[in-house]
Structure formats: structure tokens, C-alpha cells
């Protein structure tokens, strides 16, 4: 099982590194998501792929942080390590712009697309890893992307409009 779980940790780390958009929070959900994988070792079946659960545990942590009050922090001003915009090689920004649109889903898009998209993950890996039925999934994927398509599209800096 160690084995197993140490071959997750680059998607593990890759993934909280999206949701949470900062390295030392990520690497903190990453240890958390291990520990309490390796406490709750016995609560995997031992057959077929780790990562859903895995991912279940990341998931899990991440809503009960999300719940709790956040800690008062100050930004730290890295102004001057910033880069020009116009010293930034092309992709860069194009990426720079992926990461900001991303950071503007709900985290109910952010987490559908990015199981998917970037853990290529299947709809109902997806769907165990977040309790929720495929056809939840789906939809969720699709509004996502058109979501992050208009968000491109128009800007991160534009608010998305709200259909109910």
C-alpha cells in the first residue's frame, strides 16, 4: 500500500496545488491527505486503482478546511519579484490567464474539471471521489467549461453571470 500511495503523490500534489493555488497550503493537504490515508488504511478494499480514494480523502479535507474559519494572515508585498508583463514569454501569460479564470469557478466546477481534465480521471472516479451521482458530474463538467470558456473568452476579470 505504501508503494501505491507514494505513486499518487505527484497527482496528489499536482491537484492540491490547483485547488488551493498555493504550494505550502497544497503540501499541507497533501500530508494531511497520506496521514489520514495511512490511519485509514484498513477502509480500502485493496482492489483496483488507489487514487479515487485517495482523492475522496483530499476531497473530504479540503471541505472540512473550507468550513472552518480562516486564520487572519498579511500578504506579503513581492512586488519587485514580479515580472513585467511584457518580459514574460507569451505562453506564460497565456497561462497566467488559464490559472486566474480557473480561480474564478466555483469550487464545485474548479474540483469536476480539473479530476477530470488534469488527473484524467473517468466520470465515475470523479463521481466517488466527490459522493455525487455521474449525471452530476457531467453537468457540472459542462457548465465548467463553458464557464472557463467565457471566462478566457471575456476576461477573469469580468464576472460570470449566474443562471438559475
Known sequence: MEQLML???PSLRRYARALTGD???ADDLVQDTLARAWERSTSWSGMGDIRPWLFSIMHNLRMDLARKPALSTVPIDDDALA???NQ???DSLALRDLDNALRKLSDDHREVLLLVGLEDMSYAQVAEVLG???GSV???LSRARANLRTLLETGADQPLRVVR
Do not use: K
Open 132 to 134: 455525487c451521482p455521474v
Open 7 to 9: 505513486g499518487c503523490l
Open 83 to 85: 515580472i513585467a508583463d
Open 23 to 25: 504550494a505550502t497550503s
Open 88 to 90: 514574460r514569454p507569451p
Open 138 to 140: 457531467m453537468s457540472r
